[in-house]
């Protein structure tokens, strides 16, 4: 008799990680730009599997990490107003602003809930007509298309008490930013799954084109990270750089068009600020004048203005790739996954936390 189903763990690709230490050959800087594909690495203990050769940095990929101070306190603000319910992502609840936090307000007594999903804030909507329900859009690309759906549904069926903070922003912008600093280096770049529903390859292979980079778009598995690495080195050896993405076929693309339709009815790109990388332009959308009604910066009249940041803090130098967070003096001392300091330790997919669970073995 068949028992509950279970996870079966594959097995470690030995074979790949001997073929991966078999190529590189040179010194050679690959940016990882996700998080999640960070965290699958230091599970398995990068330094000890990748080639010495091979250094490993990573890139702005917690998109809660990059959110400036001045986009807290844009958030906290409208949060604080009478019969608005702010609804969130968790992670966003313990990052600071100039002075406050979600968390805090909502510990003096704002209403913050906790939500899964856009949808989720629009069914807020519907179960409190009397209050105007707020939703923070946070993320990186693969965000919006969700947020662009949810917006038009609250529009199709009239309902006026819901709004949206767009705070989503654009990866390829960014690494163009970061790819432009001749210290960094950077000849490889590891893409995740994800952000292909989005961006169509042109966009990573503009970039590798303009910074001659080699580029594999790979999974969050441990074997679909190594082969990525693999294909980014054989790329750099054969000075062929391209751009690999196993993930690019007829159903993938027909997503792409998809969802670049819908998040143009909606948002406009524009420029926005990241934490570490400044003033980016064309890393942010705004949503169209048309659907103005859903724009809680316009409905509420506020502005991004510049932030505090916590001065002790080094996120801007651990998104850009310049530290790992156990360098920054403040690592595991002052700040902890239990008293972050900056977004890097407060947000669960943060780098600082990564490393945080990791060195202290609670990966
Ligand atoms: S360890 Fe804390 S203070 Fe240091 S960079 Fe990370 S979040 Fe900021």
Redesign the pocket.
């Known amino acids: 008799m068949a028992g509950p189903q279970q996870f079966i763990q594959p097995p470690f690709p030995t074979d790949l990680v001997e073929e991966l230490h078999a190529l590189v050959d040179r010194p050679i800087r690959v940016m990882v730009i996700c998080g999640t594909q960070t965290r699958t690495l230091l599970k398995y203990s990068d330094e000890d599997i990748l080639p010495e050769d091979l250094e490993i940095v990573t890139g702005p990929g917690c998109s809660i990490c990059v959110m400036p101070a001045g986009h807290i306190d844009a958030f906290v603000k409208i949060g604080k107003e009478p019969d608005v319910i702010t609804a969130t992502c968790e992670d966003l609840l313990r990052v600071q602003g100039s002075q406050e936090s979600l968390e805090s307000i909502k510990q003096k007594g704002a209403l913050v809930e906790v939500v899964d999903s856009p949808m989720e804030a629009l069914d807020l909507a519907r179960r409190y007509p009397n209050k105007i329900v707020v939703f923070t859009a946070v993320g990186f690309e693969g965000a919006a298309p969700d947020v662009a759906e949810t917006i038009l549904e609250a529009a199709s069926e009239g309902i006026d008490n819901f709004c949206v903070i767009p705070s989503i922003r654009l990866l390829p912008p960014s690494l163009d930013s970061l790819m432009s600093d001749p210290e960094l280096n950077i000849r490889g770049l590891l893409c995740s799954a994800h952000i292909q529903s989005i961006t169509d390859s042109q966009a990573y292979a503009d970039l590798a084109r303009q910074h001659h980079l080699s580029c594999a778009v790979a999974g969050f598995g441990i074997a679909e990270i190594l082969q990525g690495l693999i294909s980014i080195v054989k790329q750099i050896i054969s000075e062929k750089p391209i751009i690999t993405n196993p993930f690019n076929n007829v159903a993938q693309t027909e997503e792409t068009i998809r969802n670049s339709k819908i998040m143009s009815e909606v948002f406009f790109a524009v420029e926005t600020d990241w934490r570490g990388l400044g003033s980016i332009e064309g890393s942010g959308f705004v949503i169209r004048d048309e659907l103005s009604l859903y724009d809680a910066v316009k409905r509420f009249n506020v502005r991004f203005k510049k932030g505090e940041e ?1 001065f ?4 801007a ?2 998104l850009s790739g310049r ?1 790992t ?1 156990d360098e ?5 001392i ?2 902890t996954s239990r008293h ?7 947000a669960q997919e ?4 990564s ?2 669970r990791h060195i202290f073995g609670r990966l």
Do not use: D, K, N
Request: hydrophobic share 35%; net charge negative; charged share 5%.
């Open positions: 916590e002790q803090c080094q996120c130098a651990v530290l967070p920054c003096p403040s690592f595991g002052s700040c972050p300091v900056g977004p890097c330790m407060a943060g780098l600082c936390a490393y945080f």
